[in-house]
């Protein structure tokens, strides 16, 4: 294999780093690598990318403090100590541990009450659905409205049918 | 029609509003959202955030559909600085979003009253604003708007969480539901931090729409929710509109204490207020929304025989707006202050009646 730099001479040093979930591979002769790194071959053995090496940051930061990582967008909690953010929809569920906690404080819940996607979330919308038309049921009986009691507990029937069916 | 938006003070919407909810300017509707399966804006890299922008170029016509409406996207590395500020001061756009980055983008719809962000802290940030006090229309807007683009792509949702945000902060609902108020009977009649501190004890965020902080130039707020857990949209939306109609109730019986206590007084300050714009050589920003301030104020307690559109005059007295209007990048303060003295003696003295 020719070295990737010069393109003269045979490549005797491969690196293959692995950043963010992403393997990279590097392949260079001697006199490249010195150059590049101004540095011998062992001396790149400390080269940062490999302590980004999930491995090695494991070995670090153990029990998924600063070094755990997020596999879909690598992320990492220490970073989003610094920004605030999360990288993406995955995160939820990769730092579950750290975020419920955090959302618990900031919201004073971890409990969603609010509306599910209309396409989406099909039969999660029927259920919610369901769910208030429930509550309605106990209201109507409690009021003694049973004619709209009957019409609910009928527009529930058909939905569970509907669910049922999907 | 980005001439339109960028020229006019006066988003077509703000001419709505039923008469007597001067109190209450605006109610705004925020939902945000995020793409299932698409890195978040910061951990985005330029195919993701292409994509995301590539996805809501393509919603350009159901979002038409759904609205009734023309919606424009603009993208806001075609504009100049100061013409995105200008987008900001008139509400359109948040100032993280000016701060051009790459594939940042607004959809606009034709009266102003829907404005989408693309590619802000989360993929889509769905605004939907209406005069008064009328969170329950913005609302209903706002979630058509959230269903036409949902029916297209599926959103970053869980059962558990509600809707995935960058920040967890607005994970839930993703809703910010906030109300623009002018209460300076609060403020004149000492009653204004006991008001603020009850409504932020009951969990509302209050904040002065300008200046520094909750200073409140001008006497006008923003009061919004902070929770997007725990509680449904409709039940933030109704406990929201309760907490500002008391609000309103008490900003009424402060100015009937301003009409009882010392009438002669408070006209005295109302018409001192009206000769400033009316005459003024030069006015800076501060000064001119406390003159504002007073003159909507005096039109509605029907002490300044005025008329007046205080939306559009708040975003008359913005430097950058006034900066566009007279067709230049960058004014010296004085120049600026003159030009918006000018502005407003024109406007003012169009709106009196009869003097």
């Not at chain 1, 979930?21 to 010195?34: M, V």
């Not at chain 1, 989406?120 to 109507?140: C, P, S």
């Not at chain 2, 408070?266 to 006015?283: F, M």
Request: aromatic share 6%.
């Amino acid at each position: 294999m020719i070295c990737e730099q010069c393109g003269k001479q045979e490549a005797t040093v491969h690196v293959t780093s692995i950043v963010n979930g992403t393997k990279t591979e590097h392949h260079l002769c001697a006199d490249c690598q010195s150059k590049e790194n101004g540095q011998t071959m062992f001396s790149s053995f400390f080269d940062d990318t490999l302590f980004a090496n999930q491995f090695f940051s494991n070995a670090l930061y153990p029990l998924g403090q600063g070094g755990k990582q997020c596999p879909t967008c690598g992320m990492t909690w220490g970073d989003f100590n610094r920004t605030g953010r999360l990288g993406c929809d995955q995160c939820y569920t990769a730092f579950q541990g750290q975020v419920e906690p955090l959302i618990k404080r900031m919201q004073g819940t971890i409990t969603y009450e609010g509306r599910y996607p209309k396409r989406g979330a099909g039969h999660l919308h029927v259920e919610q659905q369901i769910q208030t038309l429930r509550k309605d049921l106990m209201k109507a009986v409690k009021e003694e409205q049973f004619e709209e009691a009957c019409r609910i507990r009928d527009e529930i029937k058909q939905l569970t049918e509907q669910l049922k069916a999907q | 029609m980005l001439h339109t938006i960028l020229d006019q003070p006066l988003s077509p919407w703000m001419k709505d509003g039923k008469a007597g909810q001067t109190i209450v300017l605006s109610s705004r509707i925020r939902l945000a959202r995020n793409f299932q399966g698409i890195p978040f804006t910061s951990r985005g890299n330029q195919e993701s955030l292409s994509l995301v922008d590539r996805q809501m170029r393509s919603l350009l016509t159901p979002l038409q559909k759904a609205y009734g409406q023309s919606v424009s996207k603009i993208d806001l590395d075609s504009l100049t600085q100061q013409e995105r500020d200008v987008l900001v001061e008139k509400h359109l756009i948040s100032p993280n979003l000016a701060e051009a980055g790459t594939h940042r983008s607004v959809l606009i719809s034709e009266d102003s009253r829907i404005s989408i962000m693309v590619n802000e802290e989360d993929h889509i940030r769905i605004q939907s604003m209406e005069a008064g006090l009328q969170l329950d229309a913005a609302y209903a807007r706002a979630i058509a708007m959230d269903d036409a683009i949902e029916d297209k792509y599926t959103y970053a949702f869980s059962k558990q969480y509600g809707y995935l945000t960058a920040c967890p902060s607005n994970v839930g609902t993703g809703l910010r539901a906030s109300v623009m108020v002018h209460i300076p009977a609060l403020a004149m009649t000492g009653k204004l931090q006991r008001m603020i501190r009850s409504i932020i004890r009951i969990g509302y965020s209050v904040r002065g729409l300008y200046g520094e902080g909750s200073e409140g130039l001008g006497h006008v707020y923003q009061i919004s929710n902070q929770r997007t857990m725990g509680m449904s949209e409709e039940a933030t939306i109704e406990q929201l509109t309760k907490v500002i109609q008391e609000l309103v109730k008490e900003e009424e019986k402060a100015r009937g204490e301003l009409w009882t206590k010392d009438k002669e007084g408070l006209e005295d300050r109302l018409w001192r207020s009206y000769g400033v714009l009316r005459y003024a050589r030069r006015l800076a920003g501060e000064e001119s929304l406390a003159l504002l301030s007073d003159i909507q104020l005096g039109m509605d307690m029907k002490l300044l025989p005025v008329k007046v559109n205080f939306n559009e005059l708040l975003v008359i007295t913005r430097p950058n707006f006034l900066g566009k209007l007279l067709g230049k990048e960058s004014m010296g303060a004085l120049e600026r202050d003159s030009k918006r003295a000018e502005v407003l003696r024109n406007t003012i003295e169009r709106g009196s009646i009869g003097t």
